[in-house]
């Protein structure tokens, strides 16, 4: 329950979220007391991606973040690089955590191969006969939370496991393609660290 709680605070960024768990008072000399549980998280995702690195070392300080509406989709991505092998892709859609990602993660996955690979083309870092990037290379050790909000969200199955509506994957490959690229050039040193990892 906890876990749930912690995320929608993390992606209903500025909003608080008090729990009070009355089936066990605690016993003190002046009486009872509940437990109490409160989640705020000013900086949203960028918040998240911070608790789900906390064990890991990062190989880049900045967070990338990127919130804009796109064709009456909102998107925010959220990601970051660390040195460890495995990477964590959570995406959501409406608050819903689409643990089988769907239409928004393909298009974030989609962009960001492109991205790093323009880049290091253009910056030399992948020479004229090598080949490109693959989609396996740019995620390992990336840490990522896509979340979009639209008005009419198609799911699969009854779980609601996995998007479907493929407006959102236009509206994902847009929005992050373009505010990666210039986080990119503007933030060369970080763009240097993670191309060295990927």
């Not at 009070?20 to 007391?33: A, F």
């Amino acid at each position: 329950m906890f876990t749930r709680l912690r995320q929608q605070a993390y992606l209903t960024k500025g909003v608080r979220i008090d729990i009070s768990d009355q089936r066990n008072p605690i016993k003190l000399e002046k009486g009872e007391q509940y437990p109490t549980h409160t989640f705020y998280f000013e900086g949203g995702i960028v918040s998240y991606v911070h608790f789900l690195n906390r064990h890991e070392e990062p190989i880049h300080p900045n967070v990338f973040y990127a919130g804009k509406e796109h064709e009456k989709i909102m998107v925010e991505v959220a990601l970051q690089y660390t040195n460890a092998i495995q990477g964590h892709e959570l995406s959501f859609a409406n608050n819903v955590h689409t643990i089988e990602g769907g239409s928004h993660l393909t298009g974030f996955r989609t962009s960001i191969t492109r991205i790093l690979n323009d880049y290091a083309r253009k910056n030399g870092h992948i020479k004229d006969k090598e080949e490109n990037l693959t989609g396996e290379d740019v995620r390992e050790g990336l840490t990522v939370v896509v979340s979009v909000r639209l008005q009419e969200a198609q799911f699969e199955g009854q779980t609601k496991a996995k998007l479907g509506t493929p407006e959102a994957r236009n509206a994902v490959e847009t929005v992050f393609g373009t505010e990666f690229a210039d986080w990119l050039e503007r933030n060369p040193s970080d763009a240097r660290a993670i191309l060295g990892k990927v």
